[in-house]
Each structure stands twice: as structure tokens, then as C-alpha cells.
């Protein structure tokens, strides 16, 4: 598999190219009906604090780690140097550092693995675990985005430094030490000392702490219960955790949401097997899709796990920022799949609609814009994930970490 690899000159470059890769996601990935948010909203309440670019649950730590680094540096040197850049050239460092380690253990989860040093990545472990530092309290960045909170920092880092040389004078190391980062995660004394990517018993135990506070998740469930761990790890998909986590004993507030979420992901999967069936219609005058179309029909009932109990306004009471074009087109796609008879000319209305309202310019149907549109080939998201397997690469670091 071919991988990309760049340079970087400035965080205004990063952010393009960013925006180019999103662009390169592999099939399945690309949201052509606008339901991004509603998965991201679920995925959010099941398992919070997790993104689909994490890897290992160390980074939550080496970020904090090297913010208190800065900190214990002596005043007068510490004057001198920007919060910002220092994070980004140790977390730099500590990318190589792990490289080499883990060179040859390609499935290690290490960020950079394939990188040498002095090559650059679009996004550092500080921004892809921002969030997650915050929903897991390794720290308290009060709200603001990384780099909104580490530029306040350094303001805040002069103006701090300033007074206390001022009024003590000296370059003891423990003068003005003052954390203003909001450091929550223990100080360790020589993390760096064979660094590796596992975590220790004080991290992990840590980070359990942490997702037993976050107590409607599945994650809470997840860390407290070894039965529901085990479901949890030798499960393939979302969907296949789901169906047999219903059946064992764990929170009523926990089950509602994830069979919500189960399926709500068998819902859009019939929405999407439609929408490209409209594709293959309109540009190879062929429908290679009917048979899926027909099987997913003819079992929607039987997969879902409570067909008569799904309620599409349930979704909205965690997808608050859904826009209205989106939540009706939800509503309308429920309404003709419960519907005693199907409606062929409704479906069409209704995948043709959302996606011209979704896509916009770039609505394949809307516009018959077939560039990228293979014969008999899927476009479009898959059977809903919600960051299933980024969360179980999460917690198995952490029931290692405790064994």
C-alpha cells in the first residue's frame, strides 16, 4: 500500500494539504448524504473522546508529558522559547524516537512509523488527540482548540515569566513554576527513558479512571467489565458488538443508544445501496445493485434490532446540529422502508434530493457529474462504524496496560 509522506513548512501548508488528503479517504469514507453528522454525534456519545485517526493510548500522555517538560524549564531560558514550537519539535523528536524503535512492526500503531527523521507529518499526535486529552482530563484546555489554547499560553507563559523574574529573581528551576496548561495527568520523572508505546499500570489505570467518569458510554461499560471487554475485543464490527451486547446485563442508557446506533447504520446502508443504484442507472443504464437492494430490503426488519421501536427523533437529541434538509430526509427514508408497500419513485425522490441538498456543485446526480463513477462499483459511506475499531485499539492498551 502506497503512503504519503511531506515536508511541511507551515501550519497554514498543513491545513491544505489536510484538506487534499480528506479527498484520498479509501472507499467507504466519503459522506455523499450528508449524514456525517449524526454518525459523528452517536459516535461521540458511545465513545467519547475517540477519532477515527487514533492509534495507541500513549499519546494521551506524551502530550501532557512534554507540556510539563516545558514547564520545568529555568525561567530565563524559559523566556526565550514559545510553548508552540516547543511541543512540536519534541513531539517531533519523540515521533522519530518511536520510528525507529518500531520500524519493523508496521501494525505497532506508532504515528510516523514509516517516516525518517527530519520528515514531517499533516497531523501531529497534539492535534489528532486534542479532544480526547480533554474528554479524558489530561488536561483542561478550558474549550479552545490547540492552537487557540497554546498561543494563550504563551502569552500567558511571558506575562507569568515576566513578573516572576521581576519580583525573585534568579534561574532556580522550580521558580514560577505555575501550570497554566492545566496538566492533570501525573508528572513522571524520565518518561522519556526507554520510551516505548505501551502503557504503564499508573497510565492505564489513569485513563480508566477517566472513561468511568464518562458514565452513559460504552466505554465506561467497556474498562469495568471483563464479560463486555471480551465481546467487545473479539468483535469484527460495530454491528456484530452491538447484537450481542443488548443481550448481557449493562446499563438501560448504554443499550438504548447503541441499538440507536446499530440501527440507524442499517437504515443508511439501504439509503446508500439506493443512492447507487441511481448512479448505475442514470450513467451505465444498468443496475448491478438490485439483488443487494432486494436483500437488504427484504430483511431490514430482521436486522434491525427494534424495527418498531425506532424513533428517527431520537437521533436528534444527540445530532443537535443536524441541518433540516438532513433530518427530513432521515425521517422520509424511515417512513417509506416502514411503509407496508415500497414506493420506487419516492426512494428515488428522496436519495436524489438529499444528495443534491449534501453535495451541492458536486452532486453527481443533480448535475450528471460521472467522472469517478465506475460500473459496479460502491461510492459512498459503508455500514456505520462510529470509530468501533480506533476504540477498541484504545482500551485493549489499557487492560494490557493494567494486566
Known amino acids: 500500500m502506497a503512503e504519503l509522506g511531506w515536508i511541511d513548512f507551515s501550519p497554514k501548508d498543513r491545513s491544505r494539504v489536510g484538506s487534499i488528503l480528506d479527498l484520498l479517504r479509501p472507499e467507504g469514507q466519503v459522506d455523499e448524504l450528508g449524514i456525517g453528522t449524526i454518525r459523528d454525534a452517536l459516535a461521540d456519545q458511545l465513545f467519547p473522546g475517540i477519532s477515527t485517526i487514533q492509534t495507541r493510548s500513549k499519546y494521551f500522555f506524551i502530550i501532557p508529558y512534554i507540556l510539563n517538560d516545558f514547564l ?38 506508532v504515528i510516523g512509523i514509516t517516516l525518517r527523521r527530519g520528515e514531517h507529518i499533516v497531523r501531529r499526535p497534539s492535534e489528532v488527540y486534542w479532544n480526547g486529552l480533554n474528554v479524558f482530563k489530561c488536561i483542561n484546555a478550558k474549550g479552545l482548540s490547540a ?11 511571558l506575562e507569568s515569566l515576566e513578573m516572576t523574574i521581576e519580583e525573585e529573581g534568579g534561574d532556580d528551576v522550580d521558580a514560577g513554576f505555575e501550570n497554566y496548561f492545566n496538566i492533570k495527568v501525573p508528572a513522571l520523572s524520565n518518561w522519556e527513558s526507554n520510551l516505548d508505546i505501551e502503557l504503564n499500570k499508573e497510565e492505564a489505570s489513569f485513563l480508566k479512571d477517566a472513561m468511568l467518569d464518562l458514565k452513559h458510554s460504552v466505554l465506561a461499560v467497556v474498562v469495568n467489565n471483563l464479560t463486555v471487554y471480551e465481546i467487545f475485543h473479539t468483535s469484527n464490527t460495530f454491528n456484530d458488538f452491538a447484537q450481542t451486547i443488548v443481550n448481557e446485563t449493562i446499563p438501560v442508557e448504554v443499550k438504548k443508544d447503541l441499538v440507536l446506533a446499530h440501527d440507524f447504520a442499517i ?4 439509503a446508500h445501496i439506493a443512492y447507487n443504484q441511481e448512479l448505475q442507472q442514470q450513467f451505465f443504464k444498468n443496475d448491478p445493485f438490485i439483488k443487494k437492494w432486494q436483500d437488504w430490503y427484504n430483511t431490514v426488519r430482521l436486522k434491525m434490532i427494534d424495527f418498531d ?8 437529541v444527540y445530532a443537535t446540529t443536524t441541518k433540516y434538509p438532513t433530518a427530513q430526509f432521515v425521517k422520509e427514508w424511515w417512513e417509506l422502508i416502514r411503509a407496508d408497500n415500497l414506493n420506487e419513485e419516492k426512494k428515488k425522490r428522496i436519495v436524489r434530493t438529499q444528495e443534491g441538498f449534501s453535495k451541492n456543485r458536486k452532486a453527481r446526480l443533480k448535475w450528471n457529474n460521472g467522472f469517478d463513477v465506475k460500473e459496479g462499483k460502491r461510492i459512498g459511506l459503508g455500514l456505520l462504524q462510529y470509530r468501533f475499531q480506533n476504540a477498541k485499539a484504545i482500551v485493549r492498551d489499557i487492560i494490557k496496560g493494567l494486566e
Open 72 to 109: 520545568k524549564i529555568p525561567l530565563k531560558e524559559r523566556k526565550k522559547k514559545s510553548p508552540t514550537k516547543y511541543l512540536e519539535q519534541r513531539e517531533y523528536e519523540i515521533m522519530w524516537d518511536l520510528a525507529d524503535k518500531y520500524r519493523d512492526q508496521k501494525a505497532s500503531g
Open 267 to 270: 437504515l443508511m446502508d439501504g
Open 309 to 316: 421501536g425506532f424513533n428517527p427523533d431520537d437521533l436528534f
Open 147 to 157: 492552537n487557540a489554547f497554546l498561543k494563550s499560553a504563551n502569552n500567558m507563559n
